[in-house]
């Protein structure tokens, strides 16, 4: 019985093993072949290196600042509202959708943040003109992340039907 419950464990830590080797700029062909065979047996692995919604979250920390506090309170603070949205008990799709909404509302932030920097320290029309139209991007989109995630919430809730003496009602979810 122990052998069973060894094995998997055995295969994920040489799955993760094989991922660290193709880590690299120019890996062995042969891990290369590994690492696809572990991708498919292991369902989680891919998430280790290529989760491009984690990476893309990542990346923008990075532009926060150099301070590993700054960082890792604005890591923290994405996580609590990915949770406040409940992305844990959520469909694949809602996650999805909370990530891209988590990610526009980090880039609103720190566009918010950069242009209130750059009137702190003046500058040219130019440069407000470019910074208005960045701020105004990054609003579209973290409000169209929002609409999108409230719609599809909204879908998934069922109709109720009720019937009331003899006349029928229906309502729609949301």
């Known amino acids: 019985m122990p052998a069973q419950t060894d094995e998997p464990r055995t295969r994920q830590e040489e799955a993760v093993a094989v991922l660290q080797r193709c880590n690299t700029e120019s890996p062995n062909p042969a891990d290369i072949e590994s690492?696809?065979?572990?991708?498919k047996a292991v369902p989680w692995l891919w998430k280790c290196a290529g989760d491009l919604s984690e990476l893309a979250g990542r990346s923008v920390v990075e532009t926060v600042s150099a301070y590993p506090a700054t960082k890792e309170s604005v890591l923290a603070g994405?996580?609590?509202?990915?949770?406040d949205l409940g992305y844990e008990s959520s469909p694949l799709l809602e996650r999805m959708l909370v990530d891209h909404l988590v990610l526009c509302w980090m880039r609103l932030q720190l566009t918010e943040y950069r242009y209130s920097e750059f009137l702190k320290?003046?500058?040219?029309?130019?440069?407000?003109?470019?910074?208005?139209?960045?701020?105004?991007?990054?609003?579209?989109?973290?409000?169209?992340?929002v609409e999108?995630?409230?719609?599809?919430?909204?879908?998934a809730l069922p109709a109720i039907q009720v019937n009331i003496g003899g006349q029928q009602v229906n309502v729609a979810g949301g």
Request: proline fraction near 0%; hydrophobic fraction near 35%; glycine fraction near 4%.
């Open 35 to 39: 690492l696809r065979e572990h991708l």
């Open 78 to 83: 994405r996580e609590a509202i990915r949770r």
């Open 121 to 145: 320290a003046g500058g040219s029309f130019q440069e407000a003109e470019y910074w208005e139209k960045r701020l105004s991007a990054n609003q579209r989109r973290y409000l169209r992340a």
């Open 148 to 155: 999108t995630l409230a719609r599809i919430r909204r879908l």
